[in-house]
T-cell receptor
Framework: QQPVQSPQAVILREGEDAVINCSSS?????VHWYRQKHGEAPVFLMI?????EQKGHDKISASFNEKKQQSSLYLTASQLSYSGTYFC?????????????FGTGTRLQVTL | DAGVIQSPRHEVTEMGQEVTLRCKPI?????LFWYRQTMMRGLELLIY????????DSGMPEDRFSAKMPNASFSTLKIQPSEPRDSAVYFC??????????????FGEGSRLTVL
């Protein structure tokens, strides 16, 4: 089942912060975050494993609350290069093997 | 490393024709995934392989779709016969799994399919 992302879209001025949320109805092994620029392939940002750890990638960080089956992506002091669509991917145990299912994405636009 | 290589990058075909999309994963990766991306449905997982064996094909829309991985360096996704609603960008991705978790996915540049 597809994870739910919110918001669907957000517009920021350069330097502002944003939070993107991802929630699942199923128990998760891990959560992935990817960014896709228009006309390009998704690119990996980070993976969060069970344990509630927080990871960082430059000024982008994320948290994973396995009990709530939720993850949040934090973009700090946004730059123009952050523009794109952000996808969370949830790694769910299907009984035989886990598989990565993506949310519908959050479109982020950073303006001057 | 050259990354995941997909071909063709663009395909325009007429309804009823057979379409074959190709993918070469990154050497050493033991998982290969086929995703389809549309505006309406986002990124949908169609099928994935582990060590060339199909593990989960529950996302394949219908019998018109089939996928094979004859060896570790090549996979195909075939649509026969194609329909206009199959128009989408098809991505191939590969990864090396670490334990129970899906490892980082490396995506190819995608094959944009248009069925007229």
């Amino acid at each position: 089942q597809q994870p739910v992302q919110s918001p669907q879209a957000v517009i920021l001025r350069e330097g502002e912060d944003a939070v993107i949320n991802c929630s699942s109805s199923k128990a998760l092994y891990s959560v992935h975050w990817y960014r896709q620029k228009h006309g390009e392939a998704p690119v990996f940002l980070m993976i969060l494993l069970k344990g509630g750890e927080q990871k960082g990638h430059d000024k982008i960080s994320a948290s994973f609350n396995e009990k709530k089956q939720q993850s949040s992506l934090y973009l700090t002091a946004s730059q123009l290069s952050y523009s794109g669509t952000y996808f969370c991917g949830t790694d769910v145990n299907t009984g035989t093997a886990s598989k990565l299912t993506f949310g519908t994405g959050t479109r982020l636009q950073v303006t001057l | 490393d050259a990354g995941v290589i997909q071909s063709p990058r663009h395909e325009v075909t007429e309804m009823g024709q057979e379409v074959t999309l190709r993918c070469k994963p990154i050497s050493g990766h033991d998982y290969l995934f086929w995703y389809r991306q549309t505006m309406m449905r986002g990124l949908e997982l169609l099928i994935y392989f582990n060590n060339n064996v199909p593990i989960d094909d529950s996302g394949m829309p219908e019998d018109r779709f089939s996928a094979k991985m004859p060896n570790a360096s090549f996979s195909t996704l075939k649509i026969q016969p194609s329909e206009p609603r199959d128009s989408a960008v098809y991505f191939c991705a590969s990864s090396h799994r670490g334990g129970r978790n899906t490892g980082e996915l490396f995506f190819g540049e995608g094959s944009r399919l248009t069925v007229l």
